[in-house]
């Protein structure tokens, strides 16, 4: 029996072991540390942006974020219906309205085309999430931002590493959520960030993650706040982590490339495209398959590939479709929907092997009818 080859496994190849080990052998097990800072100072650097705020994971990077950025109770904020659930989440955590919006076919990106007959006057924020890692069409949405006076907040958890014409990822917004779970770009086993240029903003990041404590004032309690600390330990895995970005991308990139070479020629496929402008990640190498001209169902080629010991993941359900959104519209989002039923993700480990690729291309070109 061949082995399992899993949709998307952490890389630990770096420093990680050895920055942890740091952390027992000093003591700097909870959330302060000098990894802590280091991992802050480097990410933001990274991005090239002021501030990072580590958090515990992207989902409350992104509450944080609407949060710090001033979204309130009653405020609609625009999501793309076709994200994983934690956009759409984070702003009903707030009590904020989650306006859906479909995707661009290309990309599955939010459709800025779509955006402004979304737009009320209650409307506060439009979030922008690079799906898949292929960034969004920032000019668009940050024209539609300005002229409607809306915050831009950006979902970056699935894009680290990915650039608009030249500017990285998670730079173009008041603020920016990333994740560092275990199948994303870099992980720290669970773990977020918040990125602004706004020292406001940051410092709002900071006093809502720790309890909503005054600096310097313990136990006086400013605002209601939450425990949404990252450890050092994770922040030590982390810088190890983004000290290989680079690495991790540019494989994710060749990884794409030889899927792409052997995928081409079979019919019912439609392969990741690269956008004019993007440069992008393939964070999870997402196809769709149309069920007519392939010959079989995605769901169908699922099972078949599972039974090759292939781990695949279907596309997120439209958010809108789900049991706790699903009051919020009946809308349709037929773009959205089809990306649903047909998209899937290959294998997309860093660790992938030349044979892996193979093995997972021959079995789908099996599949076929
Ligand atoms: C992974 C992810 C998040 C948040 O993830 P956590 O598991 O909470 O770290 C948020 N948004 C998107 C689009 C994601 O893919």
Redesign the pocket.
């Known amino acids: 029996m061949s082995h399992l080859i899993p949709v998307s496994a952490p890389n630990l190849a770096g420093r990680e072991r050895r920055y942890v080990l740091d952390c027992l052998d000093s003591n700097w097990i909870s959330s302060r540390g000098p990894y802590l800072d280091r991992f802050e100072k480097a990410f933001a650097a990274r991005v090239g942006v002021r501030h990072a705020v580590a958090v515990c994971?992207?989902?409350?990077?992104?509450h944080i974020a609407l949060l710090a950025a001033g979204v309130a109770p009653g405020d609609e904020v625009l999501v793309p219906t076709l994200?994983?659930i934690?956009?759409v989440n984070a702003v009903a955590y707030i009590g904020a309205r989650p306006v859906f919006v479909d995707s661009e076919p290309e990309t599955g990106n939010i459709d800025p085309g779509k955006i402004e007959a979304a737009v009320t006057k209650k409307t506060k924020a439009i979030v922008a999430?690079h799906?898949y890692g292929h960034p969004c069409a920032m000019d668009q949405i940050a024209a539609i931002a300005r002229r409607r006076r809306l915050l831009l907040i950006e979902?970056a958890?699935?894009a680290l590493g990915g650039l608009y014409k030249g500017r990285a990822v998670g730079s173009f917004g008041k603020a920016a959520?990333f994740?560092?779970?275990g199948?994303?770009t870099i992980t720290t086993g669970?773990?977020?960030m918040v990125v602004t240029d706004d020292e406001r903003l940051a410092r709002r990041a900071r006093l809502l993650k720790g309890q909503g404590m005054t600096p310097g004032r313990t136990y006086f309690f400013e605002t209601l706040g939450y425990n949404y600390r990252m450890t050092n330990i994770q922040a030590a895995i982390g810088l190890a982590q983004l000290e290989k970005l680079d690495f991790y991308v540019r494989r994710k990139r060749e990884i794409a490339a030889a899927y792409g070479r052997r995928l081409n020629a079979i019919q019912g496929l439609s392969l990741p495209v690269e956008k004019k402008g993007a440069f992008q990640t393939y964070w999870m190498y997402s196809i769709l398959v149309d069920p007519e001209r392939f010959g079989r169902s995605r769901d169908e080629l699922m099972a078949l590939l599972a039974e090759k010991r292939i781990e695949t993941r279907r596309y997120f359900y439209p958010c809108h479709t789900m049991p706790p959104h699903r009051h919020r519209t009946r809308r349709r989002f037929p773009v959205a929907a089809r990306l649903g039923e047909q998209g899937l993700n290959l294998p997309s480990s860093t660790a992938l092997t030349r044979p892996e690729i193979e093995r997972v291309c021959a079995a789908i070109a099996s599949a076929a009818r």
């Open positions: 994971n992207g989902t409350c990077a992104m994200t994983f934690a956009t999430v799906l979902d958890a699935e959520a994740s560092f779970f199948n994303k669970e773990g977020g």
